[in-house]
């Protein structure tokens, strides 16, 4: 259906490169036809705001609908390894339920105090600002927008090394990119992270506001559809 649809397309918006490849590898576009990459929906930089990182013990922050696709049993799992060595460290949750066996898995860790399940928010902004670390281990996204929140708000940033994920992270510069449903590589990036001096933390820090600033800015994006259009009309 995709390939009935855009064989005359003049253009062809891709929100991440790996879908971009598989289209033209799979022959849904043409090689011929122009193509555009824009950084996901964006977010507005103006709405999340760059904080300094709490100077306090690290809170990692997971904002996802739960489903095992977003990565939320690597995500407990990860955070039951590295309770066992780091007791003050916590791991934080928002989201809602969609099945009942997700339900049962996430009241359970949250009753063993492994993370602290804050259900579904409306304004997740004061979650992020109160978090030294930004984790969705998805197994693929269209842009990851909650990872572009996170680098907004200034939060470095751990995630999968795939695709609609991998886009937003320079991996060691703004965060760390671990292994698809593998709890064991999460845990030791997350572990990784930990262990960082303060001074690296603030640069990661910096690092992903600055990249909010200059590739995921919504009004950048918003500012490229516009151009195409003139250029088309």
Same mark, same amino acid.
């Given at each position: 259906l995709n390939k009935i649809a855009f064989k005359n397309a003049l253009r062809v918006f891709f929100m991440n490169k790996d879908n971009k490849e598989f289209y033209i590898e799979k022959g849904i576009v043409s090689r011929n036809t122009k193509i555009e990459l824009v950084n996901g929906s964006g977010v507005n930089t103006n709405v999340f705001l760059y904080t300094p990182l709490p100077d306090a013990t690290d809170r990692f922050l997971m904002v996802a609908r739960l489903i095992k696709d977003k990565g939320v049993i690597e995500y407990i799992e990860a955070a039951r390894i590295l309770k066992q060595k780091n007791e003050n460290v916590e791991f934080q949750l928002i989201g809602s339920y969609e099945d009942e066996d997700m339900k049962n898995l996430v009241d359970k860790a949250n009753k063993e105090k492994i993370i602290q399940f804050l259900g579904r928010q409306a304004d997740v902004k *004061? $979650?992020?600002? +109160?978090? /030294?670390?930004?984790?969705? !281990?998805?197994?693929?996204?269209?842009?990851?927008?909650?990872?572009?929140?996170?680098?907004?708000?200034? &939060? !470095?940033?751990? /995630?999968?090394? /795939? $695709?609609?994920? &991998?886009?937003?992270?320079?991996?060691?510069?703004?965060? $760390?990119?671990? +292994?698809?449903?593998?709890?064991?590589?999460?845990? *030791?990036?997350?572990?990784?992270?930990?262990?960082?001096?303060?001074?690296? +933390? &603030?640069?990661? *820090?910096?690092s992903s506001r600055k990249m909010a600033e200059e590739i995921f800015s919504r009004d950048r994006i918003i500012e490229k559809y516009i151009n195409v259009i003139n250029d088309l009309c």
């Open positions: *004061s $979650f992020y600002q +109160k978090c /030294t670390c930004v984790v969705l !281990p998805s197994y693929g996204e269209g842009c990851g927008s909650v990872l572009q929140e996170g680098a907004a708000s200034g &939060r !470095p940033l751990i /995630t999968c090394d /795939t $695709f609609g994920c &991998r886009d937003n992270v320079v991996d060691g510069v703004n965060g $760390f990119l671990c +292994k698809v449903a593998d709890k064991e590589s999460l845990a *030791s990036v997350m572990g990784k992270y930990i262990n960082l001096s303060k001074e690296e +933390k &603030r640069l990661m *820090s910096e």
